[in-house]
């Protein structure tokens, strides 16, 4: 059977590769490796996430599934003096993760290991982004879903980015079941952002 990128100990050899790139006009550094989501360079669907999420400073910020961080460390740019966590089930993007926030010298985000919200239990966020592992099964993309709400402040807003064509409408129609509203607020390459905001 082959192995997953969501798998909680990846057992394929370890080869690093190095990106570098400039999104939201910051110059990122990232060192990724066998055995993670896209580790050559950096998926369409995450960077048009990074390129267009809400994200404002001071602002609490969950990177759910953060595979080696590219959504975390942007973020955690754009906050300021906002905080990020970043949670991921798979050791070795954890610890790419980790490597990457140094790197990228910041001190307002960090790393925990567990899957999905296992890590975050009672504690709120301004916002939720999330590039979510389709492949997983669309069991887990809901489970994203309708957790979010138990982990966001008043006015929060859950991003996801999908494509649209390929389990993505599957997607927005569970936002707009469980939040009330759904807006798809950026689209590229098939790909889609789709945000739901909690009004209550």
């Known amino acids: 059977m082959a192995e997953h990128y969501f798998s909680k100990e990846p057992t394929s050899s370890l080869r690093r590769y190095r990106i570098e790139t400039k999104i939201r006009g910051f110059h990122l550094v990232f060192i990724t ?15 048009l996430l990074a390129e267009s999420m809400v994200i404002e400073k001071g602002w609490r910020v969950l990177d759910l599934g953060a595979g080696y961080g590219v ?9 300021d003096k906002g905080y990020v966590i970043m949670t991921e089930i798979n050791r070795r993007a954890a610890m790419l993760a980790r490597l990457n926030i140094k790197l990228n010298n910041l001190i307002n985000c960090e790393v925990r290991e567990g899957n999905l919200y296992e890590p975050v239990k009672h504690e709120k966020f301004n916002t939720i982004i999330s590039n979510p592992p389709q492949s997983a099964g669309l069991k887990v993309c809901f489970k994203i879903i309708s957790e979010a709400p138990c982990h966001l402040l008043r006015g929060g807003i859950l991003q996801l980015v999908a494509r649209h064509n390929k389990g993505g409408r599957r997607l927005m129609n569970e936002m707009e079941k ?9 689209s590229k390459w098939g790909y889609r952002v789709y945000i739901s905001r909690l009004n209550s």
């Open 71 to 79: 959504l975390g460390i942007v973020a955690a740019k754009v906050a």
């Open 178 to 186: 469980v939040f009330g509203n759904v807006d798809v607020t950026a």
């Open 33 to 47: 490796a066998s055995g993670v989501f896209s580790p050559r360079r950096i998926d369409k669907g995450t960077l």
